[in-house]
């Protein structure tokens, strides 16, 4: 066992890369929860967006029209789930787990040309100076520009939500559809536009993955990543903050069982291999056990009874 | 109370309907509506269930579109296509439900009611201000859903209020308020209306339409059947106007009172929901034959009252006994088989599952006590008659039993839903808003059954917040007020002030300074 073989640094580093996918797709299906609306589909949005993102890379040689051609994969495949759940009032529930099922199929069939190629790799954001300020040069300022990005997307939402109409507009429609339809807001039209930004979060998260992180294209790549966003939006009370700290111990604790595992600690693979789960979720279970709960409307139907 | 607004009397019209008309598949709302409000009168608008008051006033708020007819505001054409444009011709409306946000603060919810609100602390500001102004106060930065019934209520008027309304539209502003609480509401009213502003009333409580109103129009299955002046017209009048036939008032026959056969003392719950009430310490005793009627502003405890009498919460098994025998942690069905009924105020969801049929909804309660099982397995042809036998003897107009419970009108179910208990022969029954929502001639009919269980030895418990029905069908009356019961009182001889005091008095409101 040589645990000096661990650099903190990189250790920290790399906690930052292994949180964006699921950060990125947890603040997104926070919107969308906080609309009143439950999308279990965020896995299946998070593959599509994957192999979107993936395959536009690919053709045009740009990871940046990767990540956007990944956003407008995801963004449109939640447009279906939008119009099952807000047009044809069908059960939230099945239509977010028929989502999910149908963007691993959807995903796999459009991937089979795809797979063993390497895309281009994205950029790092080398920031001058600031990346070199040692020790949190590394961890900080040596990162692609989607790891910032997500940061940013929490900031941004965690603003709205608490200071403009806008997001005073979202809450009321996820906590009393039927009085936000009584005082004349467009509950659907809302709705809608949060599952649609939902949506190209998790295709953004997804192709955070295939791009990024592993980068190279397997079928199911996102091996549950959009579950553990989905869980993460729960055990962090709805709060965006939260949701970054759910992330960042989550991607945090994989990276360091992972170079344990690397070091040959005398602990169980299995055990590591379970532990970012059991801890994240152990940690934010004792946080949410204050006042705070679900939006009311959370999973409801909707239907304007004139 | 005098009428202190009677000679600011502004002549000129506000509103004008002419013709308006709605219809809905199999229904027509609103068939052909006129009638004007004038600037500064308080005109009700009268009308059973059904008899498409709601409609009418969601064309004016912009919610509904008319299918013909026109509306005239001031003069010139008013055709809202939604609220928000309703809001910016000086229409403001007070709902009876759904409007407001539990989980948002007060300053929230009233910025969400307004077309530009100011940044929030000037919100704030001005919450605090035009609330204390017309004896309303409130602080803006509490949450919603810890506010009383009264004090929720108060928001949505302030909410109103900070628009400079012309038009002040009040769903049934009264059935949530103590009768002091009313007091309040109704000098802040005849303030509003000295200031000019006009208020579309809508309320079933006549006594009140009579004491506040300068107009009414009565509104039956869609049209307009007649206007009056409500301080010149009696109430039954009116009421039979609404209705198109004469009243039954129910009669008791006043049997005397037997053995008591309830015994709750000592009863504490803890509010089994975030928004609840925790029930404190309840004592009371019910005899064979009583009706004991409790009143109280709702989300005072009546919910968790009902679900720790009919055991859907337990509780400590000697704080209810039913004839000496404890029962506080006995299940809903060991309730049931030992005589004690309960029949929740929630029709739909509640008292009875809304898709299944009327039969199964009628094994759902019946089957202890009519042994409609046998070792598991169903008697179909029993409880279809047992469902017959309700519709029959409590007049349920339905096709027949194997309609869902959901296609029944309220009152319809309501029947249903009191005769699947009243036909098990209690000991005890324990009803909760047993006429709300509910037409005339059907609340009748309920009260009715009632008395006459009553007069069968049965003991019956009336958890409602219609003090008029309380009055007409309860011996004793009891309050509850944040969970807890006042003593029990002889129906006769109390007066609307004791009972307002013994529901709690004006929580703290003080009356619109109408002279300011």
């Known amino acids: ?306 | 109370m005098g009428h202190p607004g009677k000679e600011r009397r502004v002549t000129g019209t506000l509103l004008t309907i002419d013709g308006l008309t709605k219809a809905y598949p199999g229904v027509v709302a609103n068939d052909t509506v006129s009638f004007e409000i004038k600037a500064g009168e308080v005109h009700a608008l009268l009308g059973e269930n059904g008899a498409g008051k709601s409609t009418l006033v969601k064309m004016i708020y912009g919610l509904v579109k008319p299918d013909s007819g026109t509306m005239l505001m001031n003069g010139e054409v008013f055709a809202p296509a939604e609220p928000r444009a309703a809001r910016a011709s000086g229409v403001a409306m007070v709902f009876q439900h759904f409007s407001l946000f539990d989980a948002l603060d007060v300053a929230e919810n009233i910025a969400l009611g307004m077309e530009n609100p100011p940044p929030m602390r000037d919100l704030a500001a001005r919450i605090r201000t035009v609330s204390e102004e017309y004896g309303l106060p409130l602080d803006p930065f509490r949450t919603v859903g810890d506010l009383s019934a009264g004090e929720r209520q108060r928001v949505e008027i302030i909410r109103c209020l900070l628009q400079d309304p012309k038009l002040l539209i009040m769903d049934e502003p009264t059935s949530v308020l103590t009768p002091q609480e009313v007091d309040i509401l109704f000098e802040t009213l005849r303030k509003l209306t000295a200031e000019g502003v006009a208020i579309l009333y809508i309320s079933h409580k006549l006594e009140e339409i009579r004491m506040l109103c300068d107009a009414a129009t009565i509104l039956r299955l869609g049209k307009n059947v007649g206007t009056c002046v409500p301080a010149e017209t009696s109430a039954r009048d009116m009421a039979e106007l609404m209705v198109g036939t004469e009243l039954q008032t129910p009669k008791s026959t006043g049997a005397t009172l037997g053995d008591v056969v309830l015994d709750i003392s000592g009863l504490s719950m803890p509010s089994p929901s975030a928004f609840g009430t925790a029930l404190k310490n309840v004592h009371l005793r019910l005899r064979a034959g009583e009706v004991l009627g409790i009143g109280g502003v709702a989300g005072n405890g009546q919910d968790e009252m009902l679900l720790a009498l009919s055991g859907e919460v337990r509780v400590d098994a000697d704080a209810i006994k039913l004839k000496g025998a404890p029962v506080g942690k006995l299940a809903p069905n060991a309730r049931r088989a030992l005589g004690l009924l309960t029949a929740p105020e929630e029709r739909l969801g509640h008292a009875a599952a809304p898709d299944m049929s009327l039969t199964e909804n009628a094994l759902l309660t019946g089957n202890v006590r009519k042994g409609l099982s046998q070792r598991g397995f169903l008697k179909w042809a029993k409880t279809q008659a047992f469902a017959e036998e309700i519709i029959e003897k409590f007049d349920v107009r339905t096709p027949g039993p194997d309609n869902a419970a959901r296609s029944l009108s309220g009152g319809n179910l309501q029947k249903f839903v009191i005769g699947r208990e009243v036909l098990q022969e209690p000991e005890v029954l324990v009803v909760n808003q047993p006429t709300w929502g509910v037409d005339a001639s059907a609340a009748a009919a309920i009260r009715q059954a009632i008395l006459d269980l009553a007069a069968g030895g049965t003991a019956v418990i009336v958890i409602s917040q219609d003090l008029d029905e309380l009055m007409e069908v309860a011996d004793n009356f009891a309050a509850l007020n944040e969970g807890r019961l006042t003593e029990t009182r002889p129906t006769k001889g109390l007066t609307i002030d004791e009972i307002g005091l013994m529901m709690g008095g004006a929580h703290g409101m003080e009356v619109a300074h109408a002279d300011a």
């Open chain 1, 1 to 306: 066992m040589d645990l000096s073989a661990i650099n903190p640094a990189l250790l920290l580093a790399s906690l930052l890369v292994a949180a964006t996918p699921i950060l990125i797709a947890g603040i997104g299906e926070l919107v969308v929860e906080r609309a009143g609306v439950l999308n279990l589909g965020v896995e299946g949005m998070m593959i599509t967006g994957a192999i979107c993102g993936f395959m536009a890379t690919i053709i045009t040689g740009s990871p940046a029209l990767g990540f956007l051609f990944a956003a407008l994969g995801g963004a449109a495949l939640s447009l279906l789930f939008a119009l099952l759940t807000q047009v044809a009032l069908a059960n939230q529930v099945a239509s977010g787990l028929a989502l999910t099922l149908f963007g691993l199929g959807l995903s796999a069939l459009l991937g089979q040309g795809y797979v063993g190629l390497k895309p281009p790799s994205t950029p790092k954001l080398d920031i001058p100076l600031l990346s070199d300020i040692p020790f949190f040069g590394t961890v900080l300022f040596n990162h692609d520009i989607i790891v910032y990005l997500g940061i940013a997307l929490v900031a941004a939402v965690w603003a709205v939500l608490k200071f403009t109409r806008v997001g005073l507009v979202l809450r009321a429609v996820g906590e009393n559809h039927d009085a936000a339809h009584a005082l004349g807001y467009k509950v659907v039209r809302i709705r809608v536009l949060a599952i649609m930004f939902g949506g190209a979060c998790a295709g953004l998260g997804g192709a955070y993955i295939s791009l990024i992180r592993v980068p190279q294209w397997t079928e199911g790549m996102t091996a549950g990543a959009g579950w553990i966003a989905l869980a993460l939006v729960v055990f962090a009370s709805w709060k965006p903050w939260r949701v970054l700290l759910g992330a960042w111990l989550f991607g945090g604790i994989t990276v360091l069982q992972l170079n344990l595992q690397a070091a040959g600690v005398s602990i169980p693979v299995e055990i590591l291999s379970m532990s970012p789960y059991i801890i994240t979720i152990v940690v934010l279970v004792i946080m949410s056990a204050d006042k705070s709960r679900a939006p009311a409307s959370l999973g409801r139907i909707f239907h304007a009874s004139s």
